[in-house]
């Protein structure tokens, strides 16, 4: 099983609408959670961190479910400009970082 | 503005050559890291540097090699240039030692082994 999975995709979703990803991750003692947003032939941008609380930022929204071991991304009223992989990470300790292959969405008019 | 930079941003190279990618950061970073990004693999981590005069191994660290001379440089050198190093490298950055510093990354080299 892979450290951290992620659905490739693509999602193809027309604009305004609402789009949710998951992540899966193997290693229960995984401290802290991002979400990290990389344009096509671009480097990752950080996106937001995940807290155990949840997390919301204008449309976007970030959940941690440490029972399951999922981290999920909502986006809601969708843009063109969203268009981009997004890649989860997972953080184990002390820098010990793990990137998922990423999601692609396309936002299409 | 503190930031990150890459160099080559492109590099074409032969089979067996020696290359040095340059990483230089203006944010006084103590962390450094290497990674690659390959279709279907996402990024893996290469070298990583928690200081000066400090560096690790990280998932795919055979062939490569870096050095910490001083906060602001982690050059990463491939010693025998191989087809199976054409990839995409990021070099990051990050601040202290908390699990929640966020990795701020340079624009990338594209390096292509022929």
């Known amino acids: 099983r892979k450290e951290v999975e992620q659905d490739p995709g693509p999602f193809n979703v027309p604009e305004g609408a609402t789009v949710a990803f998951n992540c899966t991750y193997s290693?229960?003692?995984?401290?802290?959670f991002f979400w990290y947003r990389q344009d096509c032939r671009k480097e990752p941008k950080l996106l937001m961190s995940?807290?155990?609380s949840g997390n919301e930022d204008g449309r976007f929204t970030a959940q941690l479910n440490r029972a399951s071991q999922y981290i999920s991304l909502l986006i809601r009223d969708s843009k063109l400009s969203d268009s981009a992989t997004y890649l989860c990470?997972?953080?184990?300790?002390?820098?010990?970082?793990?990137f998922g292959t990423g999601t692609k969405l396309q936002v299409i008019p | 503005d503190a930031e990150i930079t890459q160099s080559p941003r492109h590099k074409i190279t032969e089979t067996g050559r020696q290359v040095t990618l340059a990483c230089h950061q203006t944010?006084?970073?103590?962390?450094m890291f290497w990674y690659r990004q390959d279709l279907g693999h996402g990024l893996r981590l290469i070298h990583y540097?928690?200081?000066?005069?400090?560096?690790n191994k990280g998932e795919v660290s055979d062939g490569y090699s870096v050095s910490r001379s001083n906060t602001e440089d982690l050059p990463l050198t491939l010693e025998s240039a191989a087809s199976s190093q054409t990839s995409v490298y990021f070099c990051?950055?990050?601040?202290?030692?908390?699990?929640?510093?966020?990795?701020?990354f340079g624009p990338g080299t594209r390096l292509t082994v022929l």
């Open positions: 990470v997972v953080n184990e300790g002390y820098q010990k970082v793990t």
């Open positions: 290693n229960s003692a995984s401290q802290s």
């Open positions: 995940v807290y155990s």
């Open positions: 990051a950055s990050s601040a202290g030692a908390s699990s929640y510093n966020e990795q701020f």
């Open positions: 944010w006084n970073h103590n962390n």
């Open positions: 540097s928690y200081g000066v005069q400090d560096t």
